[in-house]
């Protein structure tokens, strides 16, 4: 009995809980969007690969943000920008320009 509510009380045991938290979620998101973003591309369905990607920008620069805020990486913030601007300009170019 002792050594389970020694396991029970002990602070690693307290700090583990089963709640998703925003960042966790955000981190899902942006790997999963971008993984299927270049499956499609390799799959050579171009034009969805850049919806997902598009898709997946948002969970990057919400990342990107963060990591600037909290560690002074604003190179990464930057890269994030101006990818999402590329990834735009290609699905104006296979969505709205045609092929």
Not at 35 to 47: D, N, R, S, V, W
Not at 89 to 97: D, E, Q, T
């Amino acid at each position: 009995m002792k050594v389970v509510r020694e396991f029970e009380s002990h602070p690693l045991r307290q700090n583990m809980s089963h709640t998703i938290t925003k960042n966790t979620l955000m981190q899902i998101g942006l790997t999963f969007f971008t993984m299927l973003g270049f499956l499609l591309t390799a799959m050579k369905l171009p034009q969805y690969g850049l919806i997902a990607s598009l898709v997946s920008e948002i969970f990057w620069i919400y990342s990107a943000y963060k990591s600037w805020k909290k560690a002074d990486q604003i190179g990464i913030f930057i890269t994030a920008i101006f990818i999402t601007l590329i990834v735009i300009y290609g699905v104006i170019n296979y969505w709205f320009l045609g092929k």
